[in-house]
């Protein structure tokens, strides 16, 4: 399904993240940008050697990236020119900030996305997989940031929402109809 909000579409469907034809796809990455499992290793396989090189050259540069930052690479082979990675926060229980860092994921993605003028990008649901954190509440705040700041940046055309599983799908486009 899909929505407008001024002049930006957002868009919920299922599917693998690593085929979108759109100009910059989402990892959900860990703090030490070197690969991981989930999205992150579908991410690094079908992209290629040149995604995790230009992680690394970031990673010599400046360390790890902390949780709710975002780092930005070449898509290497595949069809998005870019990949943002972003350090989603381990669920637990709610008693580390895990809203407000998840929260950033997004919105410093989007910051970093309008500083390379990509009009178009694609996200999977960050920190749901091996993070754990519940799915529910995960995309309650992914909607509400994206939606947040799209009202107020009008830079960023396209935005989906790329669900891997049903629950997430399901999930995703019932808020998403609850915020129109
Ligand atoms: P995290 O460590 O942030 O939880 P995961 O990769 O384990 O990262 O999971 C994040 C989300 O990405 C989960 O909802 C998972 O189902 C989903 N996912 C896994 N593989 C893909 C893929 N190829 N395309 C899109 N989403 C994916």
Redesign the pocket.
């Known amino acids: 399904m899909e929505a407008r909000i001024n002049s930006t579409i957002i868009e919920v469907l299922k599917?693998?993240?690593?085929q979108s034809q759109l100009e910059c796809i989402v990892n959900?990455a860990?703090t030490s940008l070197l690969g991981?499992?989930?999205?992150?290793g579908?991410?690094h396989r079908a992209g290629g050697k040149e995604i995790l090189d230009e992680c690394i050259r970031i990673r010599n540069k400046q360390g790890n990236c902390p949780v709710g930052e975002a780092v930005i690479t070449t898509g290497g082979k595949l069809k998005a020119k870019f990949v943002i990675h972003t350090a989603?926060p381990v669920w637990n229980n709610g008693e580390n900030n895990e809203p407000e860092k998840l929260r950033n994921c997004y919105i410093n993605t989007l910051s970093l996305a309008m500083l390379y003028e990509i009009r178009s990008i694609s996200f999977?649901?960050?920190?749901?997989?091996?993070?754990?954190?519940p799915?529910d509440q995960a995309a309650e705040i992914a909607l509400k940031s994206v939606l947040d700041f799209v009202k107020t940046n009008s830079g960023i055309k396209r935005v989906q929402f790329?669900?891997?599983?049903e629950d997430?799908e399901r999930i995703y486009q019932e808020k998403l109809k609850a915020y129109l």
């Open positions: 599917g693998d993240i690593t959900a860990n991981g499992g989930g999205v992150d579908a991410i989603g999977p649901n960050i920190s749901t997989g091996i993070y754990r954190y799915k790329v669900c891997f599983d997430n």
